[in-house]
């Protein structure tokens, strides 16, 4: 314990101004003569724990919760565990043997082992002062501090917080006689009361504090997630809007590969013979003659059997690719409508044969892949009718079938897309696109569905991410596979039949 004691350097308190000393003097001396009780032919010294009162000069500051023990008899004082007798031979022998007896106290006041306790000496003050005074500093770390120093004046009982945020609660009044002990317990019991009540006072004013804190977080939480949710609505109203325009870039792509086609028939159409007929007839004066006499008249209604069927032939093909514009422009309208009503819980919800709709999804794309000598394979098995957003299926299908068609369009050989429909298991319908194209690094198999993740060098990252959400919400799935970069893909969408 000396060791201890030798490598703690001792605390200097502030003594008491020149005025104050003789009543010190007084205090002390009483307190010495009251030190030493004798019980059943044994001492036991005065335990006790009192407050820091000279941490400054001329002010009460500083310490934590005291209080001054009595002890009443030698069982009490062997209970303490550590005690030690204490009579004015053993003070004058053993002058440091009295730090065991206060760290009963603190053990007892504190509920700390004695290994736990760090104790620091001022060996030249007398024992008086030395055992009025003695402040426990429990720390975070759960270890208390005991530093001897002055000794209090007053003889009052101060509750006060300090400096620090303790609480000071003090008695610094000298027992006058055996027969004032019990009062001094009782006092000192009481003080131990009010420092128990001061400190669940404190503990539940710090609590309520902390729930005022606590509910300012909150409102603050609320507001902010309040603004994260509108941002987030504005951001989805943005993915929204992206999305759609590059569905209908997807779109639009083959209502230009349409209207070119068209272009040409038109401009392939044999008007040219019929104005130089006309400008031959024009010129007959007898039609009937011509017609009987002249070889020219005579080769003409062959001529015009043959202008009639290849007039017919041109009519057709432009009529099918009028047909590709108009069915590209009622679903450009209806990728606007969605843009419009994106808001809304899903779209609408209807019958349809699912053979038709890989039909219209493969008229979008058939002019495209003709232009790129791009061949389109069709595995269809018997396939059901199903009651879904057509639309939202449709575009699904239009994208996976444009990202095949991308993926191919650097094939030095062959290209190839093919697509196919099966019945799964019960209320389930499986659509796989697969392509021998450029195919998809293992790495970035789950990456490919992110918003934004493109590995073309002209790609937004948009249509798989699309075509991923909206899978979800028919309450389907969409997945990729592929062996490998340069060995193709398959995108393979699974589709409940009916969400009705």
């Not at 019990?182 to 400190?199: E, V």
Request: aromatic share 6%; charged share 20%; glycine share 8%.
């Amino acid at each position: 314990m000396s060791a201890v004691m030798g490598a703690i350097n001792p605390i200097t308190l502030a003594r008491p101004s020149p005025d104050e000393e003789p009543l010190q003097d007084r205090l002390n001396e009483a307190l010495v003569r009251e030190l030493v009780m004798t019980a059943k032919g044994g001492a036991i010294g005065l335990l006790g724990v009192t407050v820091v009162f000279w941490m400054l000069v001329g002010r009460w500051t500083g310490g934590l919760v005291a209080a001054l023990l009595i002890g009443l008899a030698v069982v009490s004082a062997i209970r303490l565990g550590g005690s030690i007798w204490l009579d004015r031979g053993a003070v004058r022998r053993f002058p440091h043997m009295r730090v065991f007896h206060w760290l009963a106290v603190v053990c007892v006041l504190s509920g700390l082992s004695l290994g736990s306790i760090i104790v620091a000496s001022c060996p030249h003050l007398p024992l008086d002062a030395e055992l009025m005074l003695l402040v426990v500093m429990i720390g975070i770390n759960s270890t208390a501090m005991v530093i001897f120093g002055a000794s209090p004046l007053l003889y009052l009982c101060y509750v006060s917080p300090s400096f620090a945020g303790w609480w000071i609660i003090a008695i610094a009044h000298p027992i006058p006689g055996f027969e004032h002990a019990f009062q001094a317990a009782l006092a000192i019991y009481t003080i131990a009361m009010l420092a128990t009540i001061r400190s669940v006072h404190r503990a539940l004013r710090n609590k309520i504090v902390l729930r005022l804190q606590l509910t300012a977080s909150l409102d603050e939480l609320r507001d902010t997630q309040s603004r994260l949710v509108d941002a987030s609505r504005q951001a989805g109203r943005s993915d929204v809007a992206t999305a759609v325009l590059h569905n209908l870039g997807n779109v639009l792509n083959s209502v230009n590969v349409s209207a070119t086609l068209a272009n040409d028939l038109v401009s392939r159409l044999k008007t040219d013979g019929l104005a130089k007929v006309a400008a031959l007839l024009a010129a007959q004066g007898d039609l009937g003659a011509f017609f009987r006499d002249d070889p020219r008249g005579r080769k003409l209604p062959a001529y015009f059997a043959q202008l009639q069927a290849a007039l017919e032939r041109d009519k057709a093909a432009a009529a099918g690719e009028l047909q590709a514009l108009m069915r590209n422009i009622d679903h450009i309208k209806i990728i606007v409508a969605s843009q419009q009503s994106h808001v809304r819980p899903g779209g609408a919800i209807e019958t349809f044969e699912v053979h038709e709709l890989l039909d219209d999804a493969l008229k979008f794309s058939t002019a495209a892949c003709e232009q790129h000598a791009i061949e389109i394979v069709r595995d269809f098995g018997a396939l059901p009718r199903a009651t879904l957003d057509r639309h939202k299926s449709l575009q699904i299908v239009v994208n996976l079938l444009a990202n095949a068609r991308d993926a191919v369009l650097d094939n030095p050989g062959s290209r190839r897309i093919a697509i196919h429909a099966r019945r799964t298991e019960p209320g389930s319908l499986e659509i796989i696109v697969e392509d021998n194209g450029c195919g998809i690094d293992p790495d970035n198999l789950e990456r490919i569905f992110r918003l934004g993740f493109t590995t073309k060098a002209t790609g937004h990252g948009l249509g798989l991410h699309y075509s991923a959400c909206a899978a979800t919400e028919l309450r389907g799935k969409l997945t990729a596979r592929s062996p490998g970069v340069g060995r193709g893909a398959a995108f393979s969408l699974v589709l409940p039949i009916d969400v009705g």
